[in-house]
């Protein structure tokens, strides 16, 4: 939570000098390709009305927040996790049109972003193997396989899911990549 809060934040701050100044190169221009100049110029960096990095400061502040208070020992009700399986379900859905958006639609990577991409999907796996192992209750046989495999493999899982994205980026900007070396 701690990591997509900092990146959220210098993403807004970003966000807020280019507001001002039109003429600012951002930080994480880095080359044609990595340029978050690109992507907050865009609507998709305001999906919503609103510039994308306050959700995410709002979004990993309260992660952060249930974080600390989970490492201290705090113990949340069933309705919570619910709760929070719903945000981090719409975070991580909201990241893959992002990512699909800056593959396909944009062309550009934004480094921070990336970084808010990285931390995105962790968190929405391991609330979701979290509440799998802790809620599964009287469900049938073959879901509880299903949900003993997800949370026995959520290492190996969540690797390869991380590695589909990496092979998205490197495929879509292969030329670029190449043209590198």
Same mark, same amino acid.
Not at 43 to 48: I, K, L, N, T, V
Not at 109 to 117: D, E, R
Not at 120 to 146: C, D, E, K, M
């Given at each position: 939570?701690?990591?997509?809060? #900092?990146?959220?934040? %210098?993403?807004?701050?970003?966000?807020?000098? +280019?507001? @001002?100044?039109?003429?600012?190169? /951002?930080? $994480?221009?880095?080359?044609?390709?990595?340029?978050?100049?690109?992507?907050?110029?865009?609507?998709?960096?305001?999906?919503?009305?609103?510039?994308?990095?306050?959700?995410?400061?709002?979004?990993?502040?309260?992660?952060?927040?249930?974080?600390?208070?989970?490492?201290?020992?705090?113990?949340?009700?069933?309705?919570?996790?619910?709760?929070?399986?719903?945000?981090?379900?719409? #975070?991580?859905?909201? %990241?893959?049109?992002?990512?699909?958006?800056? +593959?396909? @639609?944009?062309?550009?990577?934004? /480094?921070? $972003?990336?970084?808010?991409?990285?931390?995105?999907?962790?968190?929405?796996?391991?609330?979701?193997?979290?509440?799998?192992?802790?809620?599964?209750?009287?469900?049938?046989?073959?879901?509880?396989?299903?949900?003993?495999?997800?949370?026995?493999?959520?290492?190996?899982?969540?690797?390869?899911?991380?590695?589909?994205?990496?092979?998205?980026?490197?495929?879509?900007?292969?030329?670029?990549?190449?043209?590198?070396?």
């Amino acid at each position: 939570g701690l990591i997509g809060l #900092a990146a959220a934040i %210098v993403l807004l701050v970003e966000k807020l000098e +280019l507001l @001002v100044n039109p003429d600012y190169i /951002p930080t $994480c221009d880095v080359s044609p390709i990595l340029s978050c100049g690109s992507v907050m110029t865009t609507p998709q960096a305001e999906a919503f009305g609103i510039p994308n990095p306050i959700i995410g400061i709002a979004g990993f502040a309260a992660v952060a927040v249930v974080g600390g208070a989970v490492l201290a020992g705090s113990g949340f009700r069933r309705w919570f996790w619910v709760g929070a399986q719903v945000g981090v379900t719409f #975070a991580v859905v909201f %990241v893959h049109w992002l990512i699909y958006q800056s +593959l396909y @639609v944009i062309g550009a990577l934004c /480094p921070y $972003c990336m970084v808010v991409w990285a931390v995105t999907i962790p968190i929405f796996w391991y609330t979701t193997v979290y509440n799998l192992q802790h809620f599964q209750g009287s469900t049938p046989r073959w879901a509880r396989q299903s949900i003993e495999i997800a949370t026995g493999y959520h290492g190996v899982l969540l690797t390869a899911w991380v590695l589909l994205v990496i092979t998205l980026i490197a495929a879509r900007f292969w030329d670029y990549w190449i043209s590198l070396m």
